[in-house]
């Protein structure tokens, strides 16, 4: 149907960080542009090759921590870490009663950070997954290979 990519899902993210940019994502924000997007795993252990860091800031004793655990349990997946070896996720344990973070750092230098209070970990990461789909379009146009980066 006349797409130049052979990307199963492509979609357009009106907040699609520019280089080098910090990108704090609302809630509002994302249910903007939610749109039931299946990623297979397939998909995943591709697009999570665009991932550098995932910084998962939380306090354990604090039950607002659930997403961001459940969010590092999920990046820190055998899958995942066999897919892109170079992936660095690191915890970050709090020992004040701080909100619960969670900065995904990109293989172009940009990141996203979330108030995981506010998301569930599906949320997160399927903003993640469409930035990273772009990004994946953006190499393809360009003629970059994710895995020389």
Not at 9 to 32: E, F, G, N, V
Request: net charge neutral.
């Amino acid at each position: 149907e006349g797409m130049l990519h052979n990307h199963p899902l492509h979609t357009q993210s009106p907040s699609a960080p520019t280089k080098h940019s910090t990108r704090q994502t609302s809630p509002s924000a994302l249910q903007s542009s939610t749109m039931p997007l299946k990623i297979t795993k397939e998909m995943s252990s591709h697009l999570i090759k665009f991932v550098r860091t995932v910084d998962v800031s939380f306090n354990p004793f604090d039950m607002r921590t659930r997403s961001a655990r459940e969010l590092l349990r999920q990046v820190n997946s055998e899958r995942l870490l066999r897919s892109n070896p170079k992936l660095k996720v690191n915890p970050i344990i709090q020992s004040k009663p701080e909100a619960p973070k969670v900065k995904f750092t990109f293989v172009d230098g940009t990141d996203v950070s979330f108030d995981s209070r506010e998301f569930l970990a599906n949320e997160m990461l399927m903003d993640v997954w469409r930035t990273t789909m772009k990004m994946d379009d953006d190499f393809e146009m360009e003629g970059k290979n994710v895995d020389d980066m």
